[in-house]
């Protein structure tokens, strides 16, 4: 059975300022991880983090849709999980953007909370990325 885990973020920024840091590496790494992401469909990337004796720190990941300034989706795998995330922006007006995101494939249900804990406190960074 495969677990789905969604979340949603409002911001108060531009559509385009939001696409940004979801598509341009340079602005994600700020709040995600290093990487070498381009918004090219079939690019392969990498997310890097500081390996320990459980993992190596790497996030493998292909891009499957990009959709300006829409939707933007990735594999995103680690070991044998391999998960889709799917990022939605929503223009709410007045400078208001929401930001959807769905990560499907979990295997287990720590692995998800554990994907639920990670991307709420990423939220937390990309809010201080957005609001300078």
Known sequence: MSLKLELDFQYNVSVERAWSALTDSSMLA??????????????????????????????NGEVLVINEPTEVSYTWSVGEEKHTVIWTLQDLG??????????????????????????????????????Q
């Open 30 to 59: 700020k709040w995600v991880l290093p990487n070498d992401f381009k918004p090219v469909v079939g690019h392969l990337f990498q997310f890097r983090a500081e390996p320990n004796k459980y993992w190596d720190g790497i996030i």
């Open 94 to 131: 007045d400078g208001k953007v929401n930001l959807h995101l769905e990560q499907t494939g979990f295997s287990t249900v720590p692995a998800l909370e554990g994907a639920r804990y990670g991307w709420t406190n990423w939220h937390k960074e990309l809010d201080k990325l957005l609001a």
